[in-house]
């Protein structure tokens, strides 16, 4: 279930990648299996290790979120990790981030650091209208007890609130590609409503994930492309609740 893999000490721009921070990517794959191995050669510039947690065995339409983060972050401690950075297979990081993760990483740990959160349309461009263009997720943390964890059941952060945990803003990008295909816009809004009906979780509810009035599109700016290369399948990359129907 659970998938721990370190890489040897390899010499980076004339350091050892191991010599002080040692960064370990987690995440959790299930119904977007097949997007692992672009997610990880995106993150190999970046990470000195990752953990996955499969769960393809799963038997409910969505597994136990905070279950799952639990075990992924006390992976991460026990494998001596400094830093955790927090991802899911249908997203990527802007290239940049491989340049700059030394910087991020440098001093305290008592930093949570956030990315640009952009809602792919298209491989190449995303959408910045209202709610669209202010996304921030915090995902570059500090590593820490695994006994600590708390969260609730739906959109919780990675980490608790009370670790004390300073919150700053990379200027960096993560990309995500789910929204690039209409019919998982409309999925994801569906499958959101039949696990938080009364919006206990998001007081904006879900219906804004299929509502494309007033669209904006912004093309990703020269420079800050990342890899490799998204070619869309099509496909659901999720439960079909509509099913159940």
């Given at each position: 279930?659970?998938?721990?893999?370190?890489?040897?000490?390899?010499?980076?721009?004339?350091?050892?990648?191991?010599?002080?921070?040692?960064?370990?990517?987690?995440?959790?794959?299930?119904?977007?299996?097949?997007?692992?191995?672009?997610?990880?050669?995106?993150?190999?510039?970046?990470?000195?290790?990752?953990?996955?947690?499969?769960?393809?065995?799963?038997?409910?339409?969505?597994?136990?979120?905070?279950?799952?983060?639990?075990?992924?972050?006390?992976?991460?401690?026990?494998?001596?990790?400094?830093?955790?950075?927090?991802?899911?297979?249908?997203?990527?990081?802007?290239?940049?981030?491989?340049?700059?993760?030394?910087?991020?990483?440098?001093?305290?740990?008592?930093?949570?650091?956030?990315?640009?959160?952009?809602?792919?349309?298209?491989?190449?461009?995303?959408?910045?209208?209202?709610?669209?263009?202010?996304?921030?997720?915090?995902?570059?943390?500090?590593?820490?007890?695994?006994?600590?964890?708390?969260?609730?059941?739906?959109?919780?952060?990675?980490?608790?609130?009370?670790?004390?945990?300073?919150?700053?803003?990379?200027?960096?990008?993560?990309?995500?590609?789910?929204?690039?295909?209409?019919?998982r816009r409309v999925a994801r809004r569906d499958l959101y409503n039949h696990l938080d009906p009364d919006r206990?979780?998001?007081?904006?509810?879900?219906?804004?994930?299929?509502?494309?009035?007033?669209?904006?599109?912004?093309?990703?700016?020269?420079?800050?492309?990342?890899?490799?290369?998204?070619?869309?399948?099509?496909?659901?990359?999720?439960?079909?609740?509509s099913a159940d129907r």
């Open positions: 279930m659970i998938t721990v893999e370190m890489k040897p000490p390899r010499r980076r721009r004339g350091r050892w990648l191991w010599s002080r921070q040692r960064i370990v990517a987690v995440f959790s794959y299930r119904y977007d299996a097949h997007l692992v191995p672009d997610l990880l050669a995106n993150l190999d510039a970046i990470v000195d290790g990752w953990i996955a947690y499969d769960d393809r065995a799963a038997n409910e339409i969505f597994s136990n979120e905070p279950q799952r983060r639990r075990a992924l972050v006390a992976a991460a401690y026990e494998a001596g990790a400094d830093w955790i950075l927090a991802m899911d297979p249908d997203e990527r990081l802007e290239i940049a981030v491989a340049d700059r993760i030394g910087q991020l990483t440098r001093g305290s740990r008592r930093i949570a650091w956030g990315f640009r959160c952009r809602e792919m349309y298209t491989p190449a461009s995303y959408r910045v209208d209202g709610t669209w263009g202010q996304k921030m997720q915090h995902r570059l943390f500090g590593a820490y007890h695994p006994d600590r964890y708390r969260s609730k059941d739906l959109h919780g952060i990675w980490f608790p609130e009370d670790l004390g945990l300073k919150l700053r803003d990379s200027g960096l990008n993560l990309y995500h590609l789910k929204m690039i295909e209409p019919k206990r979780h998001q007081d904006i509810g879900y219906d804004y994930l299929a509502d494309e009035a007033g669209t904006v599109l912004e093309t990703i700016p020269t420079g800050r492309d990342y890899f490799p290369v998204h070619i869309d399948d099509g496909e659901l990359w999720m439960a079909d609740v």
